[in-house]
């Protein structure tokens, strides 16, 4: 079975400072993986996912995240952070169709707070 | 384009009784997917629907169940309802298989009191 574990629930961070954002997963197959971010109130958003290839993948808003597949983790980052990335974030793994995401195994979250 | 549209957003239902919750799937899309999300157990699957047939389930009770129609329309029904079953329910959408991207609405919020 698949599990994704988040190592902190909560991570507060000075505005402009770095952030790393730790995810780790365990699986016996091939696996797609992904972050999303989730707003107050709001639905998931697709940050950014790691289907083959090269391992380090970005987003449009400076967010990273690195596939290991020794160590079995995809940690997110971001150089300098704005209040604005202030959020909630989720891992997610799946290994279903293709990485159609139609069943996507979450971790619990993290709580970013980015503080002025 | 519309966005996945969930409705309704917020429900307040009482122990014992039923839901239906919808939602409307990003157009061409044909992959539904549901989850829960509460703040004890996070985000779990429920099931996901694509051309009309149930693909995944979940792990969670026969009182959970869905259906989508041929629109690509889904919905899902919750039958005598728990106070365990308050949660953010929030529906996905993708395109068929291959490589793609789910798209989340905004979710409905059930209360049961």
């Known amino acids: 079975a698949q599990s994704v574990t988040q190592l902190d629930s909560q991570v507060p961070v000075f505005e402009e400072a770095p952030v790393e954002l730790r995810c780790n997963y365990s699986?016996?197959?091939?696996?797609?993986l992904f972050w999303y971010v989730q707003y107050p109130n709001q639905g998931l958003q697709l940050l950014l996912k790691y289907l083959s290839g090269s391992t380090l993948v970005e987003s449009i808003n400076g967010f990273e995240a690195e596939f290991n597949k020794s160590q079995t983790s995809f940690h997110l980052r971001k150089p300098s952070v704005n209040i604005s990335d202030t959020a909630e974030y989720f891992c997610a793994v799946t290994s279903g169709y293709g990485g159609s995401q139609g069943n996507l195994i979450f971790g619990k979250g993290t709580k970013l707070s980015v503080k002025p | 384009k519309a966005g996945v549209t969930q409705t309704p957003r917020y429900l307040i239902k009482t122990r014992g009784q039923q839901v239906t919750l919808s939602c409307s799937p990003i157009?061409?899309?044909?992959?539904v997917s549901w989850y829960q999300q509460t703040p004890g157990q996070g985000l779990q699957f429920l099931f996901e629907?694509?051309?009309?047939?149930?693909?995944n389930k979940g792990n969670f009770p026969g009182r959970f169940s869905g259906r989508q129609f041929s629109n690509s329309r889904s919905e899902m029904n919750v039958s005598t309802l728990e106070l365990g079953d308050s949660a953010l329910y929030l529906c996905?959408?993708?395109?068929?298989?291959?490589?793609?991207?789910?798209?989340f609405g905004q979710g409905t919020r059930l209360t049961v009191v």
């Open positions: 699986s016996s197959v091939s696996v797609y």
């Open positions: 996905a959408s993708s395109q068929q298989g291959g490589v793609t991207e789910a798209f």
């Open positions: 629907y694509f051309s009309e047939t149930q693909r």
């Open positions: 157009s061409g899309h044909r992959s």
